[in-house]
């Protein structure tokens, strides 16, 4: 991954200032976006730490419960691009990185980029399109670029993938393949709202779109000064063996055939930071790891066959999780 911005070419009281008023920012964020999506502040919250960690998300829910509306107005309240790619069996890789179409007049290609050369891309129903096309999108999630025609061309940054999938449809879908999933960061369940919240919903969109409104709180630089901040948010020796050996009991338990990747336990570590950052501190706790490791590492779960049950893999794998919480040993 490139540093856009790193710390360490600032003083000492350039970046106290920004950890200072990184608390203000995140909070004005959370209540400009919670005007829109309602009731759901904890997948506000969530979707935030991932963009704070350089990562993407994947949220898997019924269509119509504000995916998009989420990606949107992150895009808007940070001053972001945002791209929309409805993925279906005909779309081709192209058609989401770009392409050299011939130029007549001058006798040479010209790079045409796709919709991927943006900061926030919503990917909407990524598994109804074929695994060629899905495959388009590895690259960008892992190293921030695109290789096409053997040049490297680095994408916008910030940038993070938000995908969607609709997971009680399977006809004409195509699933995720385990390299695929392991590059989302966090897989997220949006639900649907309260009858309290889907009122305030209505009545908010009587007469007009509150997304309309949302104005920018931040910038594109203090969400990459963020990202650089949550990397200096400190995890001590006793919690990262804590990480570890959470992550040491997936590769072991007999109920499960893949256990989680180096990528995986990389990336629990980078959520907790942001997280932490998130919450105001400069240090991470075990309750960060504890409420993480659910839409960190069930995704990237894959079930033995003989204990496969009637539940879904989506709930074996969480409960799977929850049990080894239950085993290893908290730090005090």
């Known amino acids: 991954m490139r540093d856009f911005i790193s710390t360490k070419n600032k003083t000492a009281s350039e970046s106290a200032s920004l950890h200072d008023h990184a608390p203000d920012k995140i909070a004005r964020l959370q209540e400009t976006i919670g005007r829109v999506i ?19 998300l994947l949220i898997e ?29 005909d779309l081709l890789p192209s058609d989401v990185i770009g392409l050299s179409i011939f130029n007549q007049q001058s ?10 050369f943006t900061n926030i891309l919503l990917a909407d129903e990524i598994n109804r399109s074929t695994p060629k096309t899905q495959s388009a999108l590895l690259e960008a999630m892992a190293e921030e670029q695109v290789t096409v025609e053997g040049a490297s061309r680095p994408l916008p940054l910030p940038f993070m993938v938000v995908a969607t999938q609709n997971p ?24 649907y709202p309260n009858k309290s919240d889907e009122r305030s919903i209505l009545r908010d969109r009587e007469k007009e779109n509150p997304l309309e409104f949302v104005e920018p709180v931040m910038s594109e630089n203090d969400v990459l000064e963020l990202q650089q901040l949550a990397k200096m948010v400190k995890i001590n020796d006793s919690l990262m063996d804590y990480l570890l050996s959470i992550v040491e009991q997936t590769r072991q ?56 049950g009637a539940a879904s893999q989506t709930n074996e794998a969480e409960q799977i999780l929850k049990d080894i919480l239950t085993k290893v040993e908290v730090p005090i």
């Open 38 to 56: 309602k009731g759901k502040s904890e997948i506000v919250k969530l979707s935030l730490v991932t963009l704070i960690a350089r990562g993407h």
């Open 61 to 89: 829910d019924v269509p119509g419960i504000g995916k998009t509306t989420l990606a949107n107005a992150f895009a808007r309240a940070l001053d972001l691009s945002f791209q929309r790619v409805q993925f279906t069996s």
């Open 107 to 116: 006798g040479t290609f010209e790079w045409n980029p796709g919709p991927i």
């Open 168 to 191: 009680t449809e399977h006809h004409g879908t195509y699933p995720l393949p385990e390299s695929q999933l392991d590059r989302f960061t966090l897989r997220l369940h949006v639900g």
């Open 253 to 308: 338990a007999e109920t499960i055939e893949l256990g989680i990747s180096p990528r995986g336990t990389l990336s629990l570590f980078q959520t907790a930071q942001a997280l932490a950052l998130v919450d105001g501190r400069d240090f991470c706790t075990p309750d960060d790891i504890k409420s993480l490791i659910v839409p960190c590492f069930a995704h990237r779960l894959i079930i033995s066959s003989q204990y496969k």
